[in-house]
């Protein structure tokens, strides 16, 4: 059976998580948190560990600083099995701060943002690249180069827009290059404009609905995926990296739509089940 062999760039982090019983308000007040902790992040590091939790042969070409926090990162990856190629840099390592409520809330507080200059190791990441089944290519400056050289080699370009609203220009150049997009629906007003903005692409995409499931648009057809009853959410965070790679690693494998929406659901479910950003392997 071929292994998946998926080449992911974009950006990594270290994060402070803090639980509340509430999101705070825009006001002058004191809040106690329920419970804090410190731990990987960063959307391409999520799609990494879930990827590499479901079999798949994973690179990540990332960005870390010269740092405590940038070693962390790289611990974890690594212990995870992820083949990491790491522009190091003199800024500080991505860190976020998170303030997440027990019903999916969540603030992140930007603390540190690494500023790649000169990459040092693109020959090596453009091999992982041309070697690829898949390029996953997430939202950071330093990743847009990877768009075309992706493009160039032919290798299918999956790009995730998180809360894209139709409109942002950051996005789009991965926009452009993607053969296949996803995005959440954080940013529609209704269901009847996520559908119109999903069918205007041109393009297989899918958009995630939180607790409402998924819609997939086309490629040849389209589905709803419905609400999934979880058992217990052990750890409350976006599962959309998860879901992301369930259904990569799915139609990879050769998967219609309906079963590769199933199958990003079930890591979905996982993930949510664990205290880590992807399940334990």
């Not at 217990?232 to 959309?240: D, F, L, P, Q, S």
Request: with cysteine.
């Amino acid at each position: 059976m071929h292994k998946p062999k998926v080449f992911v760039a974009g950006p990594v982090s270290w994060n402070r998580l803090v639980t509340l019983d509430r999101l705070p308000q825009a006001r002058p007040h004191t809040v106690f948190a329920t419970g804090h902790r410190v731990a990987v992040g960063g959307t391409s590091a999520g799609k990494a560990l879930n990827l590499a939790s479901l079999g798949a042969d994973v690179t990540l070409r990332t960005v870390v600083g010269d740092d405590e926090a940038g070693r962390s990162v790289l611990d974890v990856l690594d212990r995870a099995g992820v083949e990491v190629i790491a522009e190091v840099v003199d800024t500080a390592t991505e860190q976020h701060l998170n303030l997440m409520d027990p019903h999916g809330g969540r603030v992140s507080i930007y603390l540190e943002l690494p500023r790649l200059r000169q990459a040092e190791h693109d020959d090596r990441a453009l091999a992982a690249l041309a070697a690829a089944d898949a390029a996953v290519i997430d939202l950071a400056d330093h990743a847009r180069p990877l768009l075309s050289a992706a493009r160039a080699a032919g290798v299918p370009v999956w790009c995730d827009l998180h809360d894209y609203d139709g409109a942002a220009e950051f996005h789009r150049d991965f926009l452009d290059a993607a053969d296949r997009v996803f995005l959440n629906d954080d940013a529609f007003a209704d269901r009847d404009a996520l559908l119109v903005f999903l069918k205007s692409l041109d393009k297989p995409a899918v958009a995630t609905l939180g607790a409402e499931g998924a819609v997939a648009v086309g490629g040849g057809g389209g589905h709803q995926l419905p609400p999934q009853p979880l058992q217990e959410i052990v750890h409350n965070k976006t599962a959309g990296d998860a879901f992301f790679s369930g259904f990569l690693v799915a139609h990879l494998a050769g998967a219609d739509l309906a079963e590769a929406m199933a199958a990003g659901a079930r890591q979905a479910a996982l993930c949510l089940g664990s205290a880590g950003l992807a399940p334990e392997m």
